[in-house]
């Protein structure tokens, strides 16, 4: 697929407005506030993962509206000090999977929680343990557009309360230094970590690849890859729905979390990516931090010839070498080759 969004020179400028709510604010301080009811943390149980290097731990939290959510909590075996943390959220159509799986930020020193998304698990990588019991609302059958018709009803307002309290959650884990978590993501993930960089005012870190619900309203335009062709292909069918939809859309909009974000951010993008296109991401970007009252520290990084992978494996790598600088300024990176 050739390059098809804004030629680069315009997206490294381009700051589009963004169609916010009123109540944009209030919406999520009302939602996070009922979700902080009760304790976040329901079991902590070990897990047998396979390994002699990592220890895993099979973790319950309450998410929104108090469910039930699963994660995997790992951290290298033997370590003592508190560590700093990363929370991981998995791509659209993903589940946790299973405890060996995602090793990285375990085998660089941190604490790690890998967080289920409800209602998903299905269609990519190795399931899920988590239900979402709030899905009957009306909407099409993937969780993009599960209860597009009202904000409250709509799925991402579930998972991005889910990922919210996953950071509550890794705080509240024996062996973590509650001051320097960061949140992780690609895809559906980036989107998430976006959302939590922009809800919770004292996270460390914000690393984001490929976000999701990022311009959303011209990635409609631009694209019919799943999920947001999952949006589309509704709208098609239920051709008065338009306006509802706009209008939940823009509880969601990555851009919106990006403005109000305070935390070092780490972007990555594939510049011919055709699921999430990257304006939205630039879009993020470039906007990140406005509301905060402060000038956090930034950057981004472009693939002109990579699509939806980015910069996979060189992209975590800088990902890596940047978040040591930002959560341990006194450690020195591995050396490369």
């Known amino acids: 697929m050739p390059a098809f969004d804004l030629p680069t020179r315009e997206l490294e400028r381009y700051r589009p407005d963004v169609q916010e709510p009123p109540d944009f604010d209030g919406f999520w301080r009302g939602t996070l506030k009922e979700a902080a009811q009760t304790d976040v943390l329901v079991s902590v149980r070990p897990a047998e993962n396979g390994l002699r ?10 998410g929104f509206a108090g469910d039930p959510v699963r994660a995997w909590y790992s951290r290298p075996a033997g370590a003592g000090e508190p560590l700093p943390a990363v929370v ?17 930020w375990v085998n660089a020193g941190y604490a790690h929680l890998l967080m289920d998304n409800r209602g998903q698990g299905d ?23 599960r209860g597009l018709l009202d904000p409250r009803d709509y799925h991402y307002r579930r998972l991005i309360t889910d990922a919210v309290r996953a950071v509550a959650a890794v705080r509240a884990l024996p062996g973590v230094d509650a001051s320097r978590v960061a949140a992780v993501g690609n895809s559906q993930g980036g989107g998430l970590a976006l959302a939590v960089a922009g809800l919770v005012p004292d996270l460390a870190a914000a690393l984001v690849t490929a976000p999701f619900l990022c311009g959303i309203r011209r990635a409609l335009d631009l694209t019919d890859a799943s999920p947001y062709g999952e949006i589309s292909a509704y709208l098609s069918v239920h051709r008065d729905a338009q306006e509802d939809a706009y209008r939940t859309l823009s509880y969601m909009e990555g851009v919106s979390f990006a403005r109000r974000a305070a935390a ?26 406005e509301l905060a009252g402060v000038d956090p520290r930034k950057e981004i990084h472009a693939y ?12 975590v790598r800088r990902q890596l070498d940047w978040l040591v600088g930002v959560l341990e300024p006194g450690r020195v990176s591995s050396p490369r080759g």
Not at 304 to 315: I, L
């Open 53 to 62: 290097l990592t220890r895993t731990w099979d973790v319950t939290f309450r």
């Open 88 to 104: 991981e959220y998995a791509g659209y159509g993903r589940g946790r999977g299973l405890p060996h799986e995602r090793l990285t």
């Open 123 to 145: 269609q990519y990588g190795n399931g899920g343990a988590t239900p979402d019991p709030h899905a009957s609302a009306p909407g099409g059958p993937g969780p993009a557009a």
């Open 264 to 289: 070092p951010a780490h972007f990555g993008i594939g510049l011919r990516d055709t699921v999430c296109p990257p304006s939205g991401a630039y879009a993020a970007f470039n906007r990140y931090g």
């Open 304 to 315: 002109p010839y990579n699509g939806h992978e980015g910069g996979d494996a060189v992209q």
